[in-house]
């Protein structure tokens, strides 16, 4: 009786662990992907073209993760305090990281001269609906570079997460001190190898200038951080062992994370993420300078950069843009 009691537990806690999971996923996905449909053709093909497949065979991808300032205090603006884009290889369990600096400058038909955190608020306030695949194809134009979805998470996501992970072991660079009292911040990290609580981890990505006497950070400097915690976040997420220990991280992720990947997509990520967690993760450098009020990246680095993006998932590099339309160094 003991026994059967216990077995009886386990599938009610199981099939609540799937239920949860199956609930985040109907809340991340894109409405218009709420059909299950998924689009087989090649990265960058037309994206109007999908049909019905039932369980889809994971394709290489390229795609979009911004962040955004979500906190109280921060005047509810959505600038993407955070803006990558990641190639992701299942096949060779591989990826690459190019991250734009949020200052960079760049023009659109509709706008002379902004920095890159502006878009994706741009268009949240025309349209919120239409935000996610306003700004991805924005950025797909922009850098000649198909980019198949677009994932958006606030700061609650990042420090919920790393909080349930247990934190993370960081070597903090320097010291880091800045306060502000109209939106609450108050960055206070020491310099050397330690672990950080969520909270920590939030100021330690997004420390950037200081006015407490500590030394500033460039924005290069900030990327390379932020990468550095996403790269710590995916080896704890990889050594979980079954959906169970899910639970928590999927409450954040329906809290604080929206998305236009289809539900198949999200629900084999996350039922097989161990397996699918890329082994390998480059990021890739640009060389920038500091104009205010704008950074200018090397237009050879960022077409560098570019091309190995479209290699990784097996698309041709043959384009050579001249990027009139972003901030470039003589």
């Given amino acids: 009786m003991a026994l059967t009691a216990l077995i009886l537990g386990v599938c009610i806690y199981v099939?609540?662990?799937?239920?949860?999971?199956?609930?985040?996923?109907?809340?991340?996905?894109?409405?218009?992907?709420?059909?299950?449909?998924?689009?087989?053709?090649?990265?960058g093909s037309d994206h109007n073209a999908e049909q019905q497949v039932p369980?889809?065979?994971?394709?290489?991808?390229?795609?979009?993760?911004?962040?955004?300032d979500?906190?109280?205090?921060?005047?509810?603006?959505?600038?993407?305090?955070?803006?990558?884009?990641?190639?992701?290889?299942?096949?060779?369990r591989s990826a690459k990281l190019l991250s734009l600096p949020r200052d960079l400058m760049v023009k659109s038909e509709f706008a002379r001269s902004r920095k890159a955190n502006y878009y994706y608020a741009y268009y949240y306030i025309k349209d919120k609906t239409a935000a996610i695949s306003n700004t991805k194809q924005f950025y797909s134009n922009l850098l000649d570079l198909p980019i198949d979805y677009m994932v958006v998470m606030d700061f609650d996501a990042l420090r919920k997460t790393v909080d349930a992970l247990g934190?993370?072991?960081?070597?903090?660079?320097?010291?880091?001190?800045?306060?502000?009292?109209?939106?609450?911040?108050?960055?206070?990290?020491?310099?050397?190898?330690?672990?950080?609580?969520?909270?920590?981890?939030?100021?330690?990505?997004?420390?950037?200038?200081?006015?407490?006497g500590t030394q500033e950070s460039s924005d290069f400097a900030r990327n390379e951080r932020q990468q550095k915690v996403i790269k710590q976040i995916l080896e704890k997420l990889g050594a979980f062992q079954g959906i169970s220990q899910w639970g928590t991280i999927l409450d954040i992720i329906g809290d604080h994370v929206t998305s236009d990947f289809?539900?198949?997509?999200?629900?084999?990520?996350?039922?097989?993420?161990?397996?699918?967690?890329p082994n390998q993760i480059q990021t890739l450098k640009m060389d920038s300078i500091w104009k205010s009020p704008f950074v200018y990246v090397k237009q050879e680095d960022l077409q560098k950069a570019l091309i190995e993006l479209r290699e990784e998932v097996g698309l041709s590099a043959d384009s050579q843009p001249r990027f009139k339309s972003i901030g470039t160094m003589d």
């Fill in 70 to 92: 979500s906190r109280d205090g921060s005047g509810g603006t959505v600038n993407t305090d955070v803006l990558m884009i990641v190639s992701y290889n299942p096949d060779t």
């Fill in 55 to 68: 369980a889809p065979q994971l394709k290489p991808m390229i795609f979009m993760l911004a962040g955004v």
């Fill in 167 to 212: 934190g993370l072991q960081i070597d903090v660079e320097m010291d880091m001190k800045y306060r502000d009292t109209a939106d609450g911040t108050n960055i206070d990290l020491r310099k050397g190898l330690q672990k950080l609580d969520g909270s920590q981890v939030l100021d330690y990505v997004r420390y950037r200038k200081s006015n407490q």
């Fill in 262 to 277: 289809p539900e198949s997509l999200i629900r084999q990520g996350i039922l097989n993420f161990s397996s699918l967690k």
């Fill in 15 to 43: 099939g609540y662990i799937y239920y949860k999971a199956e609930t985040t996923i109907h809340r991340i996905a894109s409405p218009e992907n709420l059909t299950e449909k998924y689009q087989s053709s090649a990265p």
